[in-house]
């Protein structure tokens, strides 16, 4: 069920007009804004990174070998779902990923700031797009499976969003999240991506039960990249002024290519059972119980 984001009243129409109260939502750059207030800030994420991440990510190592595990998970633990919900979608990449894995699958994402959905609206045409609060979704019993890759770490409430989704969700349906691992890895760059915190697999595993998930996966990635992570978080400059957070992101040819075997290497020991104890991300699959 559609909610209205005004008074919570069931949505009896196909738009998110409501009878109940008669509120009608503000659109932002051609689309639907539940959080019109939220869409003006740059809290969680710098809106201006959009149009260099949008560059980057089809060629970057590191989108690339998250997306292939990330699909990978969806195949391996929810491959019949009809409906996708990506929480904070940024500028569509991983939403275009699972378009064409389940070209039948009813496809939405959502975003905070309208900048990233003009991105994901170009990537994915198909797809249902929304300007969104993740503390406030206007979901009940909605969807199969809900994602949200490295989006949570950004927001202070992250235990309210857990809460949020658990609704969304129907029951017996999937969560993958993806966030930062290690708070030993803390760095300016954590802090120039407006990050709140890194994760543990102890917190996020409590932060999931206490929201009514079930674990059915966790495991670490960049596990074999975590030596370099941690000389590049060390040696680094964070000087107020030019230090810039993607930096690392942009590396010649041939490390890149190096790099992406490398994780890919990895998923296959993911694939085979294994749960790795270190990397620089956590993966985590889990279910509303029914």
């Given amino acids: 069920m559609r909610l209205c984001p005004a008074c919570g009243a069931t949505l009896a129409t196909a738009g998110w007009d409501c009878t109940a109260c008669g509120h009608r939502p503000q659109q932002r750059a051609g689309f639907i804004a539940l959080a019109p207030a939220l869409a003006a800030q740059s809290e969680g994420f710098d809106p201006a990174l959009f149009a260099e991440l949008a560059a980057l990510e089809s060629s970057n190592f590191w989108f690339r070998a998250r997306n292939r595990l990330i699909l990978w998970a969806l195949q391996r633990y929810a491959p019949a779902f009809t409906d996708f919900l990506e929480v904070g979608c940024g500028t569509g990449y991983v939403l275009q990923g699972v378009a064409e894995a389940f070209p039948g699958a009813r496809i939405c994402g959502t975003e905070a700031q309208t900048e990233g959905l003009q991105f994901a609206a170009n990537r994915v045409p198909r797809a249902a797009f929304l300007q969104m609060d993740a503390r406030q979704m206007p979901f009940d019993n909605e969807f199969d499976v809900i994602g949200a890759f490295d989006v949570i770490e950004h927001?202070?409430?992250?235990?309210?969003?857990?809460?949020?989704?658990?609704?969304?969700?129907?029951?017996?349906?999937?969560?993958?999240?993806?966030?930062?691992?290690?708070?030993?890895?803390?760095?300016?760059?954590?802090?120039?991506?407006?990050?709140?915190?890194?994760?543990?697999?102890?917190?996020?595993?409590?932060?999931?039960?206490?929201?009514?998930?079930?674990?059915?996966?966790?495991?670490?990635?960049?596990?074999?990249?975590?030596?370099?992570?941690?000389?590049?978080?060390?040696?680094?400059?964070?000087?107020?002024?030019?230090y810039d957070p993607l930096a690392e992101l942009r590396i010649g040819a041939l490390a890149n290519a190096l790099l992406e075997r490398a994780l890919d290497a990895e998923r296959l020991l993911i694939r085979a059972g294994l749960s790795l104890p270190f990397g620089g991300s956590l993966l985590a699959v889990a279910r509303r119980a029914t």
């Fill in 155 to 242: 927001i202070a409430e992250d235990e309210a969003v857990l809460a949020q989704m658990h609704r969304a969700l129907r029951p017996g349906g999937s969560l993958l999240l993806t966030v930062p691992q290690h708070p030993f890895l803390w760095s300016e760059y954590d802090v120039r991506a407006h990050h709140v915190r890194r994760y543990t697999r102890g917190e996020l595993r409590q932060k999931l039960t206490r929201a009514g998930f079930d674990i059915v996966k966790m495991t670490s990635f960049v596990s074999v990249l975590l030596p370099l992570m941690m000389l590049s978080r060390l040696t680094r400059r964070t000087d107020a002024v030019d």
